[in-house]
């Protein structure tokens, strides 16, 4: 999977490419975008243990039986919400996967989740992927402008929409049907 630079593109603008953009001028492009809303912030959790996926005979109920948090992505969570508080953003909603390092993503960065079982990991399991892909560009359809959700889940959901594979802790910025808007990190 390709990686795309900091930030791809602004909302439908002026068109213009201000390149290289400081950090400070893509938050500033970033929050512009979340404020005008009708869009999703796609967030990968946080900063995980080591490993991929999670351990045999885990459990999604059992927070002792996945790969959850460390210490640094428990930092990392409360850094994406500091930088959310610090613009006077306020989501939506917040819903998350049912996993926990997505669950405790969104309650240390938002104080607070719903989960939504389209947001639940495909990663070996047999999930319907196209199902639950076609959930959430309907969902994405549905944002207000002025309003936007953010949406903690897995990096294997996020590929699934975007055709990119993101790093933990990194999010994209969707608009109507799934297009990127920006790709960002928060903090």
Known sequence: MKRRPFLLALAAGSGCWPWPLTHAQASADVAALLRAGGCVV???????????????????????????????????????????????????AVQSSAWCRCRDTADLAFGRHTVLPALASTFNRGADEAAQTRVLRGLLDAVPPGQFDVWVTHQVNISSLTGEGPAMGEAFILGAGGKILAQTRFG
Do not use: Y
């Open 42 to 92: 796609m967030l990968r959790h946080a900063q995980t243990e080591a490993g991929i996926g999670d351990p045999p005979g885990f459990r999604v109920d059992q927070c002792s039986t996945q790969r959850n948090l460390s210490p640094e992505g428990r930092a990392q969570a409360r850094r994406i919400g500091e930088w959310f508080k610090a613009r006077d953003l306020q989501a939506r």
